[in-house]
Nanobody, 132 residues
Framework: EVQLVESGGGLVQAGGSLRLSCAAS????????IGWFRQAPGKEREGVSC????????YYADSVKGRFAISSDNAKNTVYLQMNSLKPEDTAVYSC?????????????????????????WGQGTQVTVSS
């Protein structure tokens, strides 16, 4: 059974940090890029960050560049999203997804792509709330 399980969300004050984890099982982890997406209430889902299957390429949305860092540990089949200098506008449900398309993280560049279809591999999401 394919599973992606996020953890690490929570409530933090502005300026604080959180580290999200996305643990994968049931598929060959390093075959696919892994993306982090977020959706705030009343807003469309947006791509936040992505790491290529070989972990040699990363993507960040302009809104998080310099504050967030994505990494992967293939031995643990886990992708991490370190979030620093958090702002109230970072408040959202954060979800990870395996990008099955061979285009991988390239799908996010210069686009408003909101992630793979629901029928692909998604986690259940974790809430991040940043108070001002």
């Amino acid at each position: 059974e394919v599973q992606l399980v996020e953890s690490g969300g929570g409530l933090v004050q502005a300026g604080g940090s959180l580290r999200l984890s996305c643990a994968a099982s049931g598929f060959t982890f390093d075959d696919y890029a892994i993306g982090w997406f977020r959706q705030a209430p009343g807003k469309e889902r947006e791509g936040v960050s992505c790491i290529s299957s070989s972990a040699d390429s990363t993507y960040y949305a302009d809104s998080v560049k310099g504050r967030f860092a994505i990494s992967s540990d293939n031995a643990k089949n886990t992708v991490y999203l370190q979030m620093n200098s958090l702002k109230p506008e970072d408040t959202a449900v954060y979800s990870c997804a395996a990008i099955l398309s061979p285009l991988g993280c390239d799908l996010l560049y210069g686009s408003t792509w909101a992630g793979p279809p629901a029928s692909d591999y998604w986690g259940q999401g974790t809430q991040v709330t940043v108070s001002s």
